[in-house]
């Protein structure tokens, strides 16, 4: 029983992991979104230029954005899963040449982490009897080797994702009255940072509120550099 439960386990662990990693994607694809588009059109209103000229160049922004995101995030799934792949083949061999070892390493890494000693050599014996690669890999470099994510997917999420944050800073900067379409625009980019901080934060299991407090600095921080910038170039 224990025997069939286990991969099952196992299973759903991997595709809770995708998942989270995929959400992980979409959030920040938004953040970004929400941003740069944000920056890019409160640079350009603080050039004192009209509607228009802020509207295309803020759609221009998002097209640009929605194709790097998708694209960076392409690649750098696919660069993780080559270097975890590496990492396998590596540790294959290492099994291979000195499987004493690698067992010996994961005795004791099993002891540090406060097990027992007699509790930890029948966990090992357990462990690298069962899978050997799997235990290895585990210990030494903190996945799981089926534990991949599809960059198809992560690129996906962040080319929907993307576009859809940028929308706010857009709609904020085009229908609020010119008297308060910075500062709208401002609060409002400032509450959604906020948001996506949080929920960066949980998803990674950190702390929101550094979070929180850290996405809303960093826009904050370049939403008034690129304002000033427009400023200064409009006058």
């Not at 992980?24 to 694809?29: D, F, K, L, N, Q």
């Not at 194709?67 to 696919?78: D, F, K, L, Q």
């Not at 702390?207 to 550099?225: A, E, H, W, Y």
């Amino acid at each position: 029983m224990n025997v069939k439960e286990e991969p099952m386990q196992q299973v759903k662990k991997i595709s809770l992991a995708q998942k989270i990693n995929i959400l992980r994607a979409s959030v920040m694809g938004a953040n970004d979104g929400i941003l740069s588009v944000a920056a890019i059109v409160i640079g350009v209103a603080g050039a004192r230029t009209s509607s228009f000229a802020i509207l295309i160049s803020g759609l221009a922004g998002m097209l640009a954005g929605t194709v790097s995101m998708a694209m960076g995030e392409y690649v750098s799934v696919n660069s993780q899963k080559d270097a975890q792949k590496a990492a396998i083949q590596t540790q294959a061999t290492a099994l291979e040449a000195n499987y004493d070892a690698e067992y010996q390493f994961v005795e004791q890494k099993y002891i540090e982490q406060g097990i027992s000693v007699s509790l930890a050599q029948k966990a090992t014996a357990e462990m690298m009897t069962g899978d050997a690669l799997a235990t290895v890999v585990r210990e030494r470099y903190g996945f799981e080797i089926n534990d991949f994510t599809n960059p198809y997917a992560a690129a996906l999420a962040s080319m929907i994702s993307f576009p859809l944050g940028s929308i706010l800073p857009l709609v904020a900067i085009t229908l609020l009255p010119k008297t308060f379409n910075i500062g709208g625009t401002f609060i409002a980019v400032a509450i959604a940072l906020l948001i996506t901080g949080y929920l960066a934060a949980r998803l990674g299991n950190a702390d929101p509120k550094r979070g929180m407090l850290r996405n809303f600095v960093s826009g904050v921080i370049t939403m008034l550099v690129t304002f000033l910038m427009g400023y200064f170039v409009g006058l």
